[in-house]
Protein backbone atom coordinates (compact mmCIF):
# COMPACT_ATOMS: atom_id res chain seq x y z
CA UNK A 1 0.00 0.00 0.00
CA UNK A 2 1.33 2.96 -0.89
CA UNK A 3 -0.04 6.38 1.03
CA UNK A 4 -1.97 9.25 -1.29
CA UNK A 5 0.18 8.16 -4.73
CA UNK A 6 -3.28 9.23 -7.29
CA UNK A 7 -3.99 7.15 -9.97
CA UNK A 8 -3.70 9.88 -12.40
CA UNK A 9 -0.32 11.09 -11.14
CA UNK A 10 1.23 7.21 -11.57
CA UNK A 11 2.84 6.41 -14.77
CA UNK A 12 2.33 9.54 -17.08
CA UNK A 13 3.85 11.85 -15.14
CA UNK A 14 5.58 10.44 -12.47
CA UNK A 15 8.72 7.60 -13.45
CA UNK A 16 7.32 5.21 -12.04
CA UNK A 17 9.29 2.46 -13.94
CA UNK A 18 9.19 -0.66 -11.60
CA UNK A 19 4.88 0.19 -11.40
CA UNK A 20 4.66 -0.16 -14.91
CA UNK A 21 6.87 -3.20 -15.55
CA UNK A 22 4.60 -5.01 -12.23
CA UNK A 23 2.09 -3.81 -13.90
CA UNK A 24 2.81 -5.68 -17.53
CA UNK A 25 2.47 -9.21 -16.15
CA UNK A 26 -0.36 -8.53 -13.76
CA UNK A 27 -4.35 -7.52 -13.88
CA UNK A 28 -4.66 -4.11 -13.85
CA UNK A 29 -7.60 -2.02 -12.94
CA UNK A 30 -8.08 1.02 -14.16
CA UNK A 31 -10.69 2.49 -12.49
CA UNK A 32 -10.12 1.51 -8.55
CA UNK A 33 -11.55 3.66 -6.08
CA UNK A 34 -10.69 4.33 -2.34
CA UNK A 35 -13.46 4.02 0.33
CA UNK A 36 -12.41 7.87 1.39
CA UNK A 37 -9.66 10.27 0.46
CA UNK A 38 -7.78 9.82 4.08
CA UNK A 39 -6.10 6.66 4.97
CA UNK A 40 -7.97 5.70 8.01
CA UNK A 41 -11.35 5.63 6.19
CA UNK A 42 -9.84 3.56 2.97
CA UNK A 43 -7.29 1.53 5.50
CA UNK A 44 -10.28 0.45 7.57
CA UNK A 45 -12.68 -0.47 4.42
CA UNK A 46 -9.57 -2.79 2.91
CA UNK A 47 -9.44 -4.97 5.78
CA UNK A 48 -12.62 -4.93 6.55
CA UNK A 49 -14.45 -6.03 3.39
CA UNK A 50 -17.21 -3.16 4.16
CA UNK A 51 -17.34 0.56 3.86
CA UNK A 52 -16.35 3.19 6.54
CA UNK A 53 -19.52 3.75 8.49
CA UNK A 54 -19.75 0.04 9.99
CA UNK A 55 -15.65 -0.51 9.43
CA UNK A 56 -14.28 3.23 11.23
CA UNK A 57 -16.07 4.14 14.11
CA UNK A 58 -15.43 6.42 16.97
CA UNK A 59 -11.92 6.78 15.56
CA UNK A 60 -11.38 2.88 15.32
CA UNK A 61 -11.13 0.00 13.01
CA UNK A 62 -14.29 -2.03 14.05
CA UNK A 63 -13.76 -5.57 12.87
CA UNK A 64 -13.68 -8.05 12.13
CA UNK A 65 -10.55 -8.31 9.50
CA UNK A 66 -9.87 -10.36 6.17
CA UNK A 67 -6.47 -10.84 8.58
CA UNK A 68 -8.26 -12.28 11.17
CA UNK A 69 -10.20 -14.68 8.96
CA UNK A 70 -6.66 -15.59 7.28
CA UNK A 71 -5.52 -16.20 10.53
CA UNK A 72 -7.69 -18.42 11.89
CA UNK A 73 -7.26 -20.91 9.05
CA UNK A 74 -3.39 -20.89 9.59
CA UNK A 75 -1.78 -17.87 8.20
CA UNK A 76 1.03 -16.02 9.46
CA UNK A 77 -0.18 -12.10 9.31
CA UNK A 78 2.62 -9.54 9.49
CA UNK A 79 1.67 -5.74 8.83
CA UNK A 80 4.79 -3.04 8.50
CA UNK A 81 3.15 0.31 8.33
CA UNK A 82 4.89 3.53 8.41
CA UNK A 83 1.62 6.05 8.82
CA UNK A 84 0.89 6.35 12.25
CA UNK A 85 -2.78 6.22 11.29
CA UNK A 86 -1.92 2.82 10.91
CA UNK A 87 -0.83 1.74 14.45
CA UNK A 88 -2.23 0.04 17.87
CA UNK A 89 -3.80 3.16 18.51
CA UNK A 90 -6.51 3.34 15.91
CA UNK A 91 -7.26 -0.54 15.88
CA UNK A 92 -5.36 -1.56 12.60
CA UNK A 93 -3.67 -4.39 14.43
CA UNK A 94 -6.43 -6.95 14.89
CA UNK A 95 -5.69 -10.03 13.78
CA UNK A 96 -1.81 -9.50 13.09
CA UNK A 97 0.15 -11.67 14.46
CA UNK A 98 3.07 -8.68 14.30
CA UNK A 99 2.69 -5.32 13.59
CA UNK A 100 5.61 -3.18 13.47
CA UNK A 101 5.04 0.61 12.61
CA UNK A 102 8.11 2.35 11.92
CA UNK A 103 8.53 6.12 11.16
CA UNK A 104 8.40 7.07 7.55
CA UNK A 105 12.13 7.35 5.76
CA UNK A 106 11.61 11.17 5.11
CA UNK A 107 10.64 11.73 8.75
CA UNK A 108 13.90 12.08 11.20
CA UNK A 109 16.53 9.50 10.21
CA UNK A 110 14.57 6.27 9.58
CA UNK A 111 16.31 3.70 7.68
CA UNK A 112 14.95 4.14 4.30
CA UNK A 113 14.09 0.44 3.21
CA UNK A 114 14.04 -1.46 6.87
CA UNK A 115 10.16 -1.85 6.59
CA UNK A 116 11.07 -3.54 2.95
CA UNK A 117 13.75 -5.77 4.47
CA UNK A 118 11.39 -7.13 7.10
CA UNK A 119 8.79 -7.62 5.07
CA UNK A 120 10.73 -9.74 2.37
CA UNK A 121 12.78 -11.16 4.91
CA UNK A 122 9.63 -12.86 6.84
CA UNK A 123 8.16 -14.05 3.62
CA UNK A 124 11.61 -15.62 2.78
CA UNK A 125 11.78 -17.48 5.98
CA UNK A 126 8.69 -18.63 6.85
CA UNK A 127 8.06 -20.52 3.73
CA UNK A 128 6.54 -23.44 5.29
CA UNK A 129 3.34 -22.32 6.13
CA UNK A 130 0.90 -19.14 4.32
CA UNK A 131 1.98 -15.59 4.91
CA UNK A 132 -0.25 -12.64 4.32
CA UNK A 133 2.45 -9.56 4.64
CA UNK A 134 1.04 -5.81 4.71
CA UNK A 135 3.25 -3.25 4.04
CA UNK A 136 1.54 -0.09 4.45
CA UNK A 137 4.43 2.73 2.65
CA UNK A 138 4.33 6.35 3.88
CA UNK A 139 5.91 8.01 0.42
CA UNK A 140 4.62 9.24 -1.86
CA UNK A 141 2.73 11.10 1.34
CA UNK A 142 3.88 14.50 2.36
CA UNK A 143 6.82 15.26 3.59
CA UNK A 144 7.62 15.37 -0.34
CA UNK A 145 11.51 14.67 0.72
CA UNK A 146 12.83 11.90 -1.15
CA UNK A 147 16.38 11.00 -0.86
CA UNK A 148 18.74 11.31 -3.57
CA UNK A 149 18.71 10.84 -6.36
CA UNK A 150 15.11 11.51 -6.47
CA UNK A 151 15.18 14.78 -5.22
CA UNK A 152 16.53 17.65 -8.07
CA UNK A 153 18.37 19.70 -6.38
CA UNK A 154 16.04 22.63 -6.12
CA UNK A 155 16.64 26.67 -5.56
CA UNK A 156 15.63 26.90 -2.32
CA UNK A 157 12.29 28.90 -2.18
CA UNK A 158 11.83 32.14 -1.09
CA UNK A 159 8.71 32.62 0.39
CA UNK A 160 6.65 36.00 2.04
CA UNK A 161 5.73 35.28 5.63
CA UNK A 162 2.23 34.26 5.65
CA UNK A 163 0.46 30.94 6.22
CA UNK A 164 1.26 29.60 2.89
CA UNK A 165 5.24 29.71 3.92
CA UNK A 166 4.30 27.49 7.16
CA UNK A 167 2.41 25.42 4.63
CA UNK A 168 5.07 24.80 2.25
CA UNK A 169 7.33 24.06 5.01
CA UNK A 170 5.60 21.35 6.54
CA UNK A 171 4.46 19.90 3.02
CA UNK A 172 8.31 19.74 2.30
CA UNK A 173 9.73 19.08 5.02
CA UNK A 174 13.06 20.82 4.24
CA UNK A 175 13.90 22.11 7.62
CA UNK A 176 11.61 21.55 10.94
CA UNK A 177 8.54 23.23 11.54
CA UNK A 178 7.15 24.72 14.12
CA UNK A 179 3.59 25.22 16.47
CA UNK A 180 3.14 27.99 14.19
CA UNK A 181 3.94 26.17 11.02
CA UNK A 182 1.21 23.37 11.49
CA UNK A 183 -1.56 25.82 12.42
CA UNK A 184 -0.90 27.90 8.43
CA UNK A 185 -0.67 24.17 7.33
CA UNK A 186 -4.21 23.44 8.62
CA UNK A 187 -5.13 27.44 7.22
CA UNK A 188 -4.19 26.49 3.57
CA UNK A 189 -5.34 22.85 3.81
CA UNK A 190 -9.06 23.57 4.67
CA UNK A 191 -8.67 25.90 2.19
CA UNK A 192 -8.66 29.20 4.39
CA UNK A 193 -5.65 30.46 2.46
CA UNK A 194 -4.69 29.50 -1.54
CA UNK A 195 -1.28 28.64 -2.47
CA UNK A 196 0.02 30.73 -5.96
CA UNK A 197 0.16 28.87 -9.48
CA UNK A 198 4.12 28.75 -8.56
CA UNK A 199 3.72 27.12 -5.57
CA UNK A 200 1.48 24.62 -6.27
CA UNK A 201 3.37 23.50 -9.75
CA UNK A 202 6.28 22.96 -7.22
CA UNK A 203 4.88 21.16 -4.43
CA UNK A 204 3.68 18.66 -7.75
CA UNK A 205 7.38 18.24 -9.14
CA UNK A 206 8.87 17.50 -5.45
CA UNK A 207 5.32 15.17 -4.92
CA UNK A 208 6.81 13.84 -8.22
CA UNK A 209 9.84 13.27 -7.40
CA UNK A 210 8.42 11.12 -3.82
CA UNK A 211 6.17 8.87 -6.26
CA UNK A 212 9.25 8.03 -8.12
CA UNK A 213 11.29 7.09 -4.45
CA UNK A 214 8.05 5.20 -3.24
CA UNK A 215 7.91 3.55 -7.01
CA UNK A 216 12.05 2.74 -6.37
CA UNK A 217 10.90 0.94 -3.33
CA UNK A 218 8.31 -1.19 -4.76
CA UNK A 219 10.68 -2.69 -7.05
CA UNK A 220 13.42 -3.08 -4.34
CA UNK A 221 10.99 -5.21 -2.31
CA UNK A 222 10.20 -6.93 -5.30
CA UNK A 223 13.64 -7.44 -6.49
CA UNK A 224 14.56 -9.63 -2.97
CA UNK A 225 11.33 -11.79 -3.64
CA UNK A 226 12.38 -12.38 -7.41
CA UNK A 227 16.39 -13.05 -6.15
CA UNK A 228 15.17 -15.58 -3.48
CA UNK A 229 13.19 -17.52 -6.15
CA UNK A 230 10.13 -16.48 -3.82
CA UNK A 231 8.56 -14.15 -6.32
CA UNK A 232 6.72 -16.22 -8.56
CA UNK A 233 4.70 -18.06 -5.50
CA UNK A 234 3.29 -14.83 -3.94
CA UNK A 235 -0.07 -12.64 -4.70
CA UNK A 236 0.77 -9.65 -5.05
CA UNK A 237 -1.21 -6.06 -4.66
CA UNK A 238 -0.11 -2.81 -4.83
CA UNK A 239 -2.72 0.11 -4.30
CA UNK A 240 -2.87 2.96 -2.57
CA UNK A 241 -5.37 4.40 0.11
CA UNK A 242 -5.83 7.93 -1.82
CA UNK A 243 -4.85 10.37 -4.18
CA UNK A 244 -3.24 13.66 -3.43
CA UNK A 245 -4.79 17.16 -5.40
CA UNK A 246 -2.73 19.71 -6.23
CA UNK A 247 -4.71 22.59 -6.51
CA UNK A 248 -7.62 20.62 -8.81
CA UNK A 249 -11.49 21.80 -7.35
CA UNK A 250 -9.62 24.58 -4.96
CA UNK A 251 -7.96 21.49 -2.85
CA UNK A 252 -4.27 20.50 -1.77
CA UNK A 253 -2.99 17.38 -0.45
CA UNK A 254 -6.47 14.55 0.43
CA UNK A 255 -9.28 14.36 3.07
CA UNK A 256 -11.14 17.17 2.01
CA UNK A 257 -13.00 16.14 -1.66
CA UNK A 258 -14.72 13.02 -3.60
CA UNK A 259 -13.38 14.25 -6.38
CA UNK A 260 -11.41 11.79 -8.70
CA UNK A 261 -7.57 12.94 -7.91
CA UNK A 262 -8.46 12.29 -4.00
CA UNK A 263 -10.07 8.93 -4.64
CA UNK A 264 -9.01 7.23 -7.53
CA UNK A 265 -6.11 5.10 -7.02
CA UNK A 266 -3.83 2.09 -8.86
CA UNK A 267 -4.66 -1.21 -8.20
CA UNK A 268 -2.56 -3.63 -9.62
CA UNK A 269 -2.68 -7.42 -8.95
CA UNK A 270 0.07 -10.31 -9.70
CA UNK A 271 -0.61 -13.56 -9.03
CA UNK A 272 1.08 -16.56 -8.28
CA UNK A 273 2.72 -18.39 -11.61
CA UNK A 274 1.02 -21.42 -11.28
CA UNK A 275 -2.20 -19.80 -11.73
CA UNK A 276 -1.41 -16.64 -13.16
CA UNK A 277 -4.10 -14.78 -15.79
CA UNK A 278 -3.00 -13.42 -18.51
CA UNK A 279 -2.09 -9.94 -18.21
CA UNK A 280 -5.29 -7.82 -18.52
CA UNK A 281 -5.87 -4.03 -18.15
CA UNK A 282 -9.55 -4.14 -16.68
CA UNK A 283 -11.29 -1.00 -17.54
CA UNK A 284 -14.76 -1.41 -14.96
CA UNK A 285 -15.50 0.38 -11.80
CA UNK A 286 -13.69 -1.49 -8.68
CA UNK A 287 -13.31 -0.44 -5.29
CA UNK A 288 -10.43 -1.55 -2.34
CA UNK A 289 -13.83 -3.08 -0.36
CA UNK A 290 -13.51 -5.38 -2.71
CA UNK A 291 -10.09 -6.69 -1.74
CA UNK A 292 -10.72 -8.46 1.56
CA UNK A 293 -13.23 -10.79 -0.59
CA UNK A 294 -10.95 -11.24 -3.44
CA UNK A 295 -8.46 -12.46 -0.91
CA UNK A 296 -10.72 -14.73 1.03
CA UNK A 297 -11.77 -16.19 -2.69
CA UNK A 298 -7.90 -16.76 -3.32
CA UNK A 299 -7.39 -18.44 -0.44
CA UNK A 300 -10.14 -20.90 -0.49
CA UNK A 301 -12.41 -19.42 2.17
CA UNK A 302 -16.06 -18.53 2.18
CA UNK A 303 -16.86 -14.61 1.69
CA UNK A 304 -18.79 -13.53 4.99
CA UNK A 305 -22.22 -11.84 4.32
CA UNK A 306 -21.32 -8.69 6.45
CA UNK A 307 -18.64 -8.09 3.73
CA UNK A 308 -19.83 -5.15 1.50
CA UNK A 309 -17.34 -5.83 -1.42
CA UNK A 310 -17.23 -8.48 -4.14
CA UNK A 311 -14.37 -11.00 -5.96
CA UNK A 312 -12.31 -8.86 -8.42
CA UNK A 313 -11.41 -12.24 -10.04
CA UNK A 314 -14.80 -13.01 -10.59
CA UNK A 315 -16.77 -10.39 -12.09
CA UNK A 316 -20.36 -10.44 -12.72
CA UNK A 317 -21.49 -7.39 -14.03
CA UNK A 318 -20.78 -3.69 -13.04
CA UNK A 319 -21.04 -2.73 -9.69
CA UNK A 320 -21.17 0.76 -8.72
CA UNK A 321 -18.13 2.18 -6.47
CA UNK A 322 -18.82 4.04 -3.09
CA UNK A 323 -16.47 6.90 -1.41
CA UNK A 324 -17.39 8.35 1.85
CA UNK A 325 -16.09 11.77 3.41
CA UNK A 326 -16.37 12.58 7.01
CA UNK A 327 -19.64 15.14 7.43
CA UNK A 328 -21.74 12.69 5.24
CA UNK A 329 -20.41 13.68 1.93
CA UNK A 330 -20.67 10.58 -0.55
CA UNK A 331 -19.81 9.92 -4.11
CA UNK A 332 -21.13 6.91 -6.07
CA UNK A 333 -19.30 6.25 -8.67
CA UNK A 334 -21.72 3.51 -11.96
CA UNK A 335 -20.32 3.20 -15.34
CA UNK A 336 -18.93 6.66 -16.91
CA UNK A 337 -21.11 8.40 -14.23
CA UNK A 338 -20.37 10.03 -10.57
CA UNK A 339 -22.49 11.95 -8.21
CA UNK A 340 -21.12 13.13 -5.60
CA UNK A 341 -23.83 14.45 -2.85
CA UNK A 342 -23.11 16.53 0.12
CA UNK A 343 -25.96 18.21 1.97
CA UNK A 344 -25.68 21.65 0.05
CA UNK A 345 -25.95 20.22 -3.50
CA UNK A 346 -25.66 17.09 -5.31
CA UNK A 347 -22.96 17.32 -8.53
CA UNK A 348 -23.17 14.88 -11.24
CA UNK A 349 -20.45 14.28 -13.87
CA UNK A 350 -19.48 12.49 -17.21
CA UNK A 351 -15.94 10.92 -15.81
CA UNK A 352 -15.51 9.84 -19.94
CA UNK A 353 -16.30 12.95 -21.56
CA UNK A 354 -15.09 15.25 -18.82
CA UNK A 355 -12.39 13.62 -16.57
CA UNK A 356 -11.66 16.34 -15.01
CA UNK A 357 -14.88 17.22 -13.39
CA UNK A 358 -15.75 20.13 -14.08
CA UNK A 359 -18.87 20.57 -15.57
CA UNK A 360 -22.00 19.68 -13.32
CA UNK A 361 -24.43 17.69 -15.20
CA UNK A 362 -27.41 17.49 -12.09
CA UNK A 363 -29.80 19.84 -13.47
CA UNK A 364 -30.21 18.07 -17.05
CA UNK A 365 -29.88 14.97 -15.55
CA UNK A 366 -31.78 14.27 -12.75
CA UNK A 367 -33.17 11.01 -13.29
CA UNK A 368 -29.49 9.94 -13.23
CA UNK A 369 -29.07 11.99 -10.27
CA UNK A 370 -32.16 10.21 -8.32
CA UNK A 371 -30.65 6.94 -9.35
CA UNK A 372 -27.33 7.10 -7.78
CA UNK A 373 -28.93 8.86 -5.02
CA UNK A 374 -30.83 6.10 -4.50
CA UNK A 375 -27.51 4.33 -4.52
CA UNK A 376 -25.98 6.12 -2.46
CA UNK A 377 -28.73 6.37 0.25
CA UNK A 378 -28.80 2.59 0.66
CA UNK A 379 -25.64 2.85 2.48
CA UNK A 380 -25.55 5.04 5.59
CA UNK A 381 -23.72 7.89 5.37
CA UNK A 382 -20.05 8.54 7.38
CA UNK A 383 -20.97 10.34 10.14
CA UNK A 384 -17.88 12.08 10.70
CA UNK A 385 -15.66 12.72 14.42
CA UNK A 386 -16.16 15.99 15.64
CA UNK A 387 -16.01 15.54 19.60
CA UNK A 388 -14.00 12.18 18.98
CA UNK A 389 -10.93 12.29 21.11
CA UNK A 390 -8.28 10.93 20.13
CA UNK A 391 -6.32 8.66 22.68
CA UNK A 392 -3.01 7.75 21.17
CA UNK A 393 0.20 7.98 22.82
CA UNK A 394 2.16 11.34 22.96
CA UNK A 395 4.40 9.83 20.69
CA UNK A 396 1.82 8.50 18.27
CA UNK A 397 0.40 11.89 18.55
CA UNK A 398 4.02 13.60 17.68
CA UNK A 399 4.48 11.56 14.50
CA UNK A 400 1.26 12.83 13.46
CA UNK A 401 1.83 16.51 13.73
CA UNK A 402 4.69 15.73 11.68
CA UNK A 403 2.91 14.80 8.85
CA UNK A 404 0.59 17.73 9.39
CA UNK A 405 -2.32 16.44 10.95
CA UNK A 406 -3.66 18.82 13.44
CA UNK A 407 -5.19 16.93 15.98
CA UNK A 408 -8.42 18.20 15.67
CA UNK A 409 -8.84 17.61 12.19
CA UNK A 410 -9.11 14.37 9.79
ZN1 LIG B 1 -3.13 7.95 3.48
Known amino acids: MLDAAAASECGDRAETPHLQQF ?10 YAQGPQTTLSVASFLTGRYPPSAWVDRRLRGPTVVEYLRETGYTTVAFSENPWV ?6 ERGFSEFTVGAAPSVAGFDADQTLRDAAAL ?7 PILTYVHLLPPHSPYRPPAPFRADHAPRDLPPGPQAGFMKVALGDEKPTREDYQDHATVFWGKAHLSEGDLEYLHVRYLENLAFADARVGAFLGVLDQQNALDDTLVIVTSDHGEAFGQHGHVLHSTSLYDEQIRVPLIIREPMRYRRPPQVA ?8 LAPTLLRLAGLPVPDAMEGRDLLERRGPTPALSFMRGGTQAVVSGRLKLIRSEEQDLLFDLVA ?13 REVERLSAIAESRRAHPG ?7 ADPEVQEQLRALGYLLDGP
Open 385 to 391: EAGTAIT
Open 87 to 92: SESFGF
Open 123 to 129: ILEDREG
Open 283 to 290: REVVQLVD
Open 354 to 366: DPEELEDLSASMS
Open 23 to 32: AKEALVFERA
